[in-house]
């Protein structure tokens, strides 16, 4: 069969921290492996057009099958660790992701090098050095939006987008970082649009977890 033309022009790898997906009114659950890192965990690896929209659900045929990712299990676990409720093993965030997302760069990789392909740039990102490199710490503190930028982008070359959410309280704290990759998925590149989302505000809180 012929190849198919991607139909998209770059990724976007989405990391989360884990303070804010649990400090917030819904609150979380912990993977049924254990808690995870303090470390920002993958979300997802997005396959993104310029103009901001973007494929989804690109083959239901071709649904996750957990036998193919085996040898990748444990690195998930440490890397892309499920913090939804209930609590669960992880299987289902993965095969949501690769089926919403992975599915639509089918033309690029399999679902092992879905897998593969977003732990390896993670591994490339090493985001709380970089944080930590300028004094930026989950300590529960406020920081400036440009701090956090500043500090990314000195500590791995990329400036990333910042999406913010909201604790308990209503305060506005760092919940997820938009890096872009190139459409090969070789590596990182300015963002060619950034993703929407409502403003972070000037007064970010970085929560322990
Ligand atoms: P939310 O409503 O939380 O912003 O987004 C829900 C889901 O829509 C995300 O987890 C992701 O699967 C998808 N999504 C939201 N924004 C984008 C985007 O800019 N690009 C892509 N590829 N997916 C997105
Ligand atoms: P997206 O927002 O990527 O379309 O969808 C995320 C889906 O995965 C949602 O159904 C959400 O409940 C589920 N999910 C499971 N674990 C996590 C997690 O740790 N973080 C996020 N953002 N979603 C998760
Ligand atoms: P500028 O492009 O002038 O830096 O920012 C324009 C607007 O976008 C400002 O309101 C700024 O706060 C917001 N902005 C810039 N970068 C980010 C980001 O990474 N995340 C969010 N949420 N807003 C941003």
Known sequence: AAAQAADYDFFYLVLQWPGSYCDTKKSCCYPRTGKPAAD???????????????????N?????DPSKV?????????????????ASDGLQFWAHEWEKHGT??????NEHGYFQTALHLRDQLRVLDALA???VAPDGGYYTLSAVKGAIQQGTGFEPFVECN?????NSQLYQ??????????GFVECPVQPGGRPCGDRIEFPAF
């Open 104 to 109: 639509c760069a089918q033309n690029l990789f």
């Open 60 to 64: 239901p045929a071709n649904a996750f």
């Open 70 to 86: 085996s040898d990748l299990l444990s690195s998930l676990r440490a890397e892309w660790p499920t913090l939804a409720c209930p």
């Open 166 to 170: 909201r604790d308990e309280s209503g």
């Open 40 to 58: 920002f965990g993958i979300h997802g690896l997005w396959p993104n057009r310029d103009d901001g929209s973007y494929p989804q659900n690109c």
């Open 177 to 186: 970082l938009y890096f872009c990759v190139d459409a090969r998925a070789s």
């Open 133 to 135: 490199s300028a004094g």
